[in-house]
């Protein structure tokens, strides 16, 4: 009795009856430096340094950072993958990261040193996700996947289910299939596949044991890293690393029918609609990023008649981050498809 009533405790589980909506912030895919200009870098860091300012002045409950912590052309040194301690460390609230595909998916190319991804990937593992706790000066205590996946987390706020999944872009880690296009910038080889086959079954299960343990929740958010709907929008990338962890959300989401936040990054575009048919409950969030050093603060309500309610703080770049596809547009706002 007593360990269910301290579970129950560290996950915040909690009537939602009269409790004000949830209010945190998203986003990711900061800071980009270039290797070409060097130069710049202490100022694109001073740009996120000013938005955790920014993000702090807000005052959210917690903050989800959906991956990219550095640009792709960026070497995977151990200081560039760790810098983010650093900025990540000037919230005063907590802080929940998942990781990208710039952090180790794709350091096995030219431009980013040619390092072992899975080596790359157990050194965030072993700095970022040691303890059970998040981020941030005020850290929270959250529900964590049992190893390797222990990235995973999940927790609940007034009555709001909230958890992570590492699904990183560059087709989440997995080789393409014979004939898929953008092979050529993806991983390759068994290992690869074995790491990818080993964590999109975690992610899965992860997905479904969340969900089944929070019956009582009256929404929830879901946040990762990859542009799940990349290819459905801009008709033309990889898909095979992300078709079941993409229905396994949206038969998930749809046998909660209440609901359901979908937070990524990775194509640095804000965006926000409901993509599919088969789950009207979704809403899906792109955080902007690159050249838009900009978050979101969502404010969740799940009773509202519109429970999900936007706001971006922070710089735009200059020029503004472009639309990674004509589909892209700060308009979109239904695009439905079965």
């Given amino acids: 009795m007593r360990r269910l009533a301290l579970l129950a405790?560290?996950?915040?589980?909690?009537?939602?009856?009269?409790?004000?909506?949830?209010?945190?912030?998203?986003?990711?895919?900061?800071?980009?430096?270039?290797?070409?200009?060097?130069?710049?870098?202490?100022?694109?860091?001073?740009?996120?340094?000013?938005?955790m300012g920014a993000i702090n002045a807000a005052r959210p409950a917690f903050s989800i950072f959906v991956g990219d912590t550095k640009?792709?052309?960026?070497?995977?040194?151990?200081?560039?993958?760790?810098r983010a301690h650093s900025w990540m460390g000037l919230a005063d609230h907590p802080l929940v990261y998942t990781p990208g595909d710039n952090e180790w998916t794709d350091c096995w190319?030219?431009?980013?040193?040619?390092?072992?991804?899975?080596?790359?990937?157990?050194?965030?593992?072993?700095?970022?996700?040691?303890?059970?706790?998040?981020?941030?000066r005020r850290p929270m205590p959250l529900?964590?996947?049992?190893?390797?996946?222990?990235?995973?987390?999940?927790?609940?706020?007034?009555?709001?289910?909230?958890?992570?999944?590492?699904v990183p872009g560059s087709n989440n880690g997995r080789p393409a299939e014979p004939g898929e296009p953008g092979a050529r910038s993806?991983?390759?080889?068994?290992?690869?596949?074995?790491?990818?086959?080993a964590r999109d079954a975690a992610n899965r299960a992860w997905l479904a044991e969340g969900f089944a343990a929070a019956p009582e929740a009256q929404a929830a958010v879901i946040a990762l890293q990859a542009d799940l709907f990349f290819r459905r929008v801009c008709g033309q990338g990889y898909d095979s690393g992300y078709r079941a962890i993409r229905e396994s959300i949206v038969q998930t989401a749809a046998a909660f029918g209440r609901p359901v936040l979908l937070v990524n990054g990775d194509s640095h575009y804000f965006v926000h609609h409901e993509p599919l048919d088969a789950a009207p409950n979704l809403t899906r969030l792109q955080v902007p990023g690159?050249?838009?050093v900009q978050a979101v603060v969502v404010t969740l309500d799940p009773g509202a008649a519109q429970p999900f309610r936007f706001e971006l703080v922070g710089e735009a770049g200059v020029p503004p981050q472009r639309p990674p596809c004509a589909g892209y547009?700060?308009?979109m706002r239904s695009t439905r498809s079965g």
């Fill in 71 to 82: 640009g792709g052309a960026e070497l995977c040194t151990d200081d560039k993958l760790l």
């Fill in 109 to 136: 190319q030219d431009r980013a040193g040619r390092y072992d991804p899975q080596e790359r990937l157990a050194l965030l593992r072993a700095r970022f996700f040691a303890g059970p706790g998040s981020l941030g």
């Fill in 186 to 197: 993806l991983p390759q080889g068994e290992a690869a596949l074995a790491e990818f086959a």
């Fill in 9 to 51: 405790c560290l996950l915040g589980f909690a009537s939602s009856a009269g409790a004000e909506p949830v209010r945190f912030v998203a986003f990711g895919d900061m800071p980009y430096c270039r290797p070409e200009a060097p130069e710049r870098c202490a100022a694109e860091e001073g740009r996120v340094a000013r938005l």
């Fill in 143 to 166: 529900l964590r996947q049992a190893a390797p996946t222990i990235e995973n987390a999940r927790w609940m706020r007034d009555g709001v289910l909230f958890l992570t999944l590492h």
């Fill in 329 to 331: 547009t700060s308009s």
């Fill in 290 to 292: 690159e050249a838009d």
